[in-house]
Antibody
Framework: EVQLVESGGGLVQPGGSLRISCAAS????????MVWVRQAPGKGLEWVAS????????NYVESVTGRFTISRDNAKNSLSLQMSSLSTEDTAIYYC?????????????WGQGALVTVSS | SYVLTQPPSVSVAPGQAATISCGGI??????VHWYQQKPGQAPVLVVY???NRPSGIPERFSGSSSGNTATLTISRAEGGDEADYYC???????????FGTGTRVTVL
């Protein structure tokens, strides 16, 4: 069974930093692109970042470029998102997501999410 | 960047069909995926590549795409289908994933 378990969410002050992680199991992690998607309270889904299988290719939504860094450790089946210069607009549930292995086009598995709250 | 537009809400009577639209320029040339999200839960994929259903998704869920509109149809709607639904495409012009604005389906 595919499992994606996020950790590291919490309360952080504006301008602060936070790192969230995702522990993957039940599939060959190193075969998949991996993605972070977020959802602000009461709002829709927003793609945040993607990372390819060996960590050499990544892309980000413009609003987080230069502030967020996506990374992975294939030996530990782990995905991370380092977030800095956080603002209240970054408050959201952050989902760890697995795209399909063939095209990395659709998202076939989602974690339960990590809540990140940016507030003073 | 590419924009996907959905109606904010759709209401349907039990047993009837609900149709959710997803508008985007020449969307028929892209692969469209659909997700169901119930309150307090993570999204679940219900249709991928316009018309395909993952295993475990009822046949009542079907997708289509033509011109500038993709459509998710829920046949014989049930109370358990009440949820938010999002369309999604990969925009290869920007190398970004794009989600639609979301539609709340209410089964009256």
């Amino acid at each position: 069974e595919v499992q994606l378990v996020e950790s590291g969410g919490g309360l952080v002050q504006p301008g602060g930093s936070l790192r969230i992680s995702c522990a993957a199991s039940g599939f060959t992690f190193s075969n998949h692109w991996m993605v972070w998607v977020r959802q602000a309270p009461g709002k829709g889904l927003e793609w945040v970042a993607s990372l390819n299988q060996d960590g050499s290719m990544m892309n980000y939504v413009e609003s987080v470029t230069g502030r967020f860094t996506i990374s992975r450790d294939n030996a530990k089946n782990s995905l991370s998102l380092q977030m800095s210069s956080l603002s209240t607009e970054d408050t959201a549930i952050y989902y760890c997501v697995r795209p399909d292995v063939r095209s990395a086009s659709w998202f076939d598995s989602w974690g339960q999410g990590a809540l990140v709250t940016v507030s003073s | 960047s590419y924009v996907l537009t959905q109606p904010p809400s759709v209401s349907v009577a039990p047993g009837q069909a609900a149709t959710i639209s997803c508008g985007g320029i020449n969307i028929e040339t892209r692969s469209v995926h659909w997700y169901q999200q119930k309150p307090g839960q993570a999204p679940v994929l219900v249709v991928y590549d316009d018309t395909n259903r993952p295993s475990g998704i009822p046949e009542r869920f079907s997708g289509s795409s033509s011109g500038n509109t993709a459509t998710l149809t829920i046949s014989r709607a049930e109370g358990g289908d009440e949820a938010d639904y999002y369309c999604h495409v990969w925009d290869n012009d920007s190398d970004h994933h794009v989600f639609g604005t979301g539609t709340r389906v209410t089964v009256l």
